[in-house]
């Protein structure tokens, strides 16, 4: 794949017209064009706001308001830059006329490292799997796995390995919503029997009984708990720096995390594998059953893997859906974006902005410009 055809490719303005009449959203930034046709429905200000800009000249947008698009947003439009709209750039494409104040604007597209996204002169060979080759990368990995790309990732050579190493969105509910329905009812069961006392290991006297109708607040204590594992792994597990001079921990950062921060939209590698998944959350149920009974832990556990599927599942949909402007995941997905593409190191919560509160990592509000 080669996302960036030779500069030389130039496209008249009824060219232009033609490919936006059949469908296509190209938009410009000074005589700069750029196929966003497959990236609408991804774009983080909503599918709308990117489709009513078809034929015009972006570069004023991309400074906002409503939105100060990142140095990684600019560099991401470059992979689609599709070559030069020919004679004078100031007219506009479509009816509508173009201000002399957007020459301006286009400065920052004119430096050299901005224009062009040249696969050749990657920090990695991309045609060979990367694992292998980012443990190598030191001090400038860090940088480099901070600048997303479009491209999907290979990872290891056997064919087998890299197999195993990916899956599908919806192996998660399939996998993991039976055992979730089995664990709850079995649970359920068990609390209906009236037996089952909390703090009973600590002293008779005051230990709680736990009937069923303790079922639907344990479940959804379980869910919450989950959220604040999402909160937890996401941020001190996923978002651990590895240090430059060890190999092995850059490519451990690269397997867990750091391959969604450089390509976000390889759905291959978006959910957990089975296997990894397995191992987390055993560790959970273990840990609930050390502290709990059985039937309380079971229960909370059974919440927690539904927590874990909307997570998996709303993650999904932040990178790859469209939701509508206004809505929660519309919400969710900008936030979420800014967490790729501009502010690693905040906004962690996927499924609930809840934790960024409570433990102040809320990615800053941007100061809204007025409109003219
Ligand atoms: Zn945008
Ligand atoms: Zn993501
Ligand atoms: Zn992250």
Known sequence: MAP???????FSPAEVQR???????????????YDLTGFVRHHPGGEQLLRARAGEDVSADLDGPPHRHSA??????EQYYVGELQGDPQGSVENGTVTSANTQKT???MEPKLKMVDWDKDLVDWQKPLLWQVGHLGEKYDEWVHQPVIRP???FHSDLIEALSKSVWYSVPIIW???????????YRTLAQGNVRLFESFSTEYSVAMPESAFPGLFVLGMLLWSLMEYLIHR?????KPPSDSHYLIMLHFVLHGQHHKAPFDESRLVFPPVPASLGIAFFYIILRLLLPEAVAGTMFAGGLLGYVIYDMIHYYLHFGSPHKGSYLYNMKAHHAKHHFAHQQSGYGISTKLWDHFFHTLIPEEPHLKMQ
């Open 153 to 155: 990732i290979r990872l």
């Open 72 to 77: 990684n947003a600019r560099r991401w439009l």
């Open 19 to 33: 490919r936006l009449a059949a469908g296509a959203c190209w938009v410009r930034c000074g005589a700069r064009l």
């Open 107 to 109: 400065d920052p597209w």
């Open 177 to 187: 919503m039976p055992l979730m329905l089995y664990v709850s009812w079995s649970h």
């Open 4 to 10: 960036a055809p030779p500069p030389a490719v130039s």
């Open 236 to 240: 001190f597990l996923f978002h651990m």
